[in-house]
């Protein structure tokens, strides 16, 4: 019952970047923040982290076509970068920050 109520399972939205760039969008976006904390604390240091369509889909239940829906928002807003690289082909992420504090405020 505990995890249910847990910190983990809960999404922090901003508002005014809801308001600004849709529902959808903010809440992947929180996702992807909320990975980019995981991978710095585990030493990640030049901002690009990956993250799974499916692991994705499972945290936010946007499935894939709401997430690249919201992935080219967030993309043309200049909110995130998106590359794929590796073998097998990942998608990874870097976050905006600057601009990212700019629409918080």
């Given at each position: 019952?505990?995890h ?7 999404i922090v ?6 308001k ?9 976006l929180?996702d ?6 995981y991978f ?5 240091t030049d901002?690009?982290?990956?993250n ?5 889909e499972?945290?936010t239940?946007?499935?894939?076509y ?5 992935l080219r ?5 200049g909110?995130?970068?998106?590359k794929?690289?590796?073998?097998p ?14 629409i918080?405020k």
């Amino acid at each position: 019952m505990k995890h249910l109520l847990s910190s983990s399972a809960f999404i922090v939205l901003n508002k005014q970047l809801a308001k600004q760039v849709g529902l959808k969008e903010a809440i992947l976006l929180a996702d992807l923040i909320s990975k980019e904390e995981y991978f710095i604390s585990k030493g990640m240091t030049d901002g690009w982290f990956f993250n799974t369509e499916a692991n994705i889909e499972e945290d936010t239940t946007l499935n894939s076509y709401h997430q690249r829906k919201c992935l080219r928002t967030l993309k043309k807003e200049g909110l995130i970068e998106v590359k794929r690289k590796g073998i097998p082909a990942k998608q990874y992420f870097k976050i905006n920050e600057q601009l990212l504090i700019r629409i918080k405020k």
